[in-house]
């Protein structure tokens, strides 16, 4: 019946009648009455008094929104002590918002908003007294003033919207009061100014509505409050994306902060502050006018946990330093999207998986990666590598490796192992042109050969050509065979490589045998030393260190140049000897007068004195350049490629152990190779000025005897007309005398008896003069051939000098074929 009509809801009707006397005539213990969306119309009574004839009145839940109802609510509503929903948006009214007795506690939801005519005046000062209130809606409509602070006070308020009003002043911080029960919170389309202020960023699971144009915080010089940009806390806020007031660099630096335990940092100095530029935090620099940041450098901050994918908003960072810290997990592929980046340090962490995102970024000048847990390098052959050389792509690809196969990283310049300790990853020369440390030499030594070849053949042919039609005199061929013979004796005769001038087939093979194992000692050296720093078998000593404080790498090795020169010194001192030798060897091996056999062996020879000397120097500067660290080192190093070489002077000693006539046949063939046989390869400065002293000798006496001929020449003319004298003095007795011969025997025995003196004395001084003769001859001939003897030297033998003119085809001028 009426009377007992508890719940009453026509709402969603055209019902069509006046507010007032719907009112009027309500049942007497109404409790809920829906009229929302019904057309009702008119305005209210001057008092909800006269609800209910009861009193007080029993109504809970009044719904009139949606109408057409006009006017302005009664100045109280003490009458209704028992109401808990107030619901009358959507309607025309107007007026001053009326006061909330203390009677109304009760009241749960009061929502007076979207009126056409619009509320107006300010909010009610004792509005909190409303500590039941969880929705309070006084939205679009045309109340001005400040929010009473005393609204933080209202501890149940779930909702709580003033959007589109005139409100105006700042924000009261009091709001964050309501932290843990608000959820809604609109207040855009207002007038307010100054701050955000920070304490709404504390409202849990809220949606913060503070948008639109009407709210003038952009004259203010802060910015929103960084927990409420970041929405750690609220839902939702409408001015996050506000570039202005919410500016994104600073929010991902405060996601950078959280995913990295920013907490346990070193140094946090303000950092997450409120309204602080992001520009003043502890490690953050940016550009000029304060917008963007360009560097962030936390090296040795106490960064952990993981970096999260919000540092791609660092769209203009040029350089990134995290180094030395614990920061774990994968590299997130976002840092390949900052494309400003030349600067990028993520050493010394605990970093997993790869890097192959790093390759985006083209710009880039310096990556270090080392010391972390990365199995995937990137190919980073943009690298500008001008500005820091050897520090410009630092990664863990060197051995021993903390992993079970070494990361390999083709454009690093710098490999680090598990040690922390580095070495440079440089592109040799020999790699540039397609080679490698074994390969160089072979081509080397093969352009040498042919080199060599060709300089040996054009001295041959310019000698042969000098040389035509000529004969050597004895001084030129004796010349010669001093030069042959001391070059010859420069190869060594305690060595297995003067087999190659001889025409032993067995000296040849243990000669080439020696050789052989020379080289593949030298080889392993030369392996050992490959810049490969993947392989487990290399010899490089990794002295370089990347600190930890510091973009630079630096060589740790105590090697100087001093040692580079006493190195220099060592090589000059024990291979210019064979090479000089060596050289001259090839340089004979184009003489004219030599037989192509002993061409071809003096040639062989001296190239492989001359390839093993500098194969020696090769090997021993790329190993040392590999692995000495001091200057002693690299001594030692030396001594050790030194003595390599001396096994072929080692072999020989033990053929010579083995049979003597081996080595002995080698000295004989040695000997015998040459044109002139030389007892002594040698000659000792002693014998050199003996020899020079003998030749002054031999010249003084060759002048007595060319002045012993002129004598003996002028005395044989005086002997002649001598003789004349005597035959025309034997004319004229024979004229005077004959026409008495027949009667005078006496005359004419006197006659016989002269010519018989005359005759016997020509005679005789004919003997003299001849005997005299040969004994000069002879003595020439003795002094000359002395002189030869000096020059073979002592102890050798001496060939006749007319057998030696016979067997070279010269014709002495001397006259040694008349002995």
Known sequence: SFQTLRFCDVSNNAIQNDASDILENFPPNIERFFASNSKIYGSLPASLNSLSKLSPPNIEQ????????HGSLPDSLNSLSKLRQFDMSSNALSGILPGFADSILSLQELDLSNQKNGFTGSIPKDLWRFQSLKILNLASNKIEGPIPPDIGKMTALEEFDLSNNRLVNAIPSELGQLAVSLKHLRLSNNMFTGSIPFELGQLQGATVLLKLKENNFYDSSKTAPLGLCTLRNVKEFDLATDPNLCPIERNALSDFYYSTKGAEWTDITDWLDEYASYCDWH?????????HVTELELSNNGLSGRL??????????????????DIKGSIPKEIGLLSELTYLRLSYNAFTGTAECLEELTKLQLLHLNSNRITGMPNMTQLDKSEYNESTFVSDCGVPSAFDETPECENCTMCCNANDDCYPQEVTPFEKMGLTY????????VSFIVICCMVALSLYLFGKRKNRGNDLTMSAERRLEEDDNYALSRIGKES???????????????????LGIQVGILVFFIKASEANLQEDTIDIQFTWKCPRDSDVCKDKADLTNAGWVIFSLLMIAFLAKDMINGCKLIYH?????????????YFIGGMGLCSITLFALYVSTVYNKAIATSNTAIIANSVIVLFIMEIDEYTFSAVDAINEKWTEHAAESEDSSSDADTGNNSLTPEMKEEIAFQKEQIESQEKKLMLQEEQMKRQSEDIKMLREAVKQMQESQRAEITPQCASDESMSAHTVDWENICSDRDEGKRGTRNEMKMRMHSRKVRLRFRRDRLLKGNGGSLKCPVMQSRNRGVTSSSGYKSL
């Open 496 to 514: 297995v490589y003067s087999y190659f001038v001889t025409d032993m087939v067995f000296g040849w093979l243990i000669a080439f045998a020696t």
């Open 589 to 601: 091996s184009s003489k004219v007068r030599h037989t192509i056999g002993a061409r071809i062996r």
């Open 62 to 69: 009044f719904l009139a929104s949606n109408s057409e109802i």
């Open 438 to 445: 074994i390969t160089f030499p072979a081509v080397f030594f």
């Open 283 to 291: 490690g953050v620099t940016c550009d000029d006018d304060k917008q």
């Open 308 to 325: 999260n994918e919000s540092i791609r908003h660092l769209t203009f960072i040029e350089k990134l330093d995290l180094s030395d810290n």
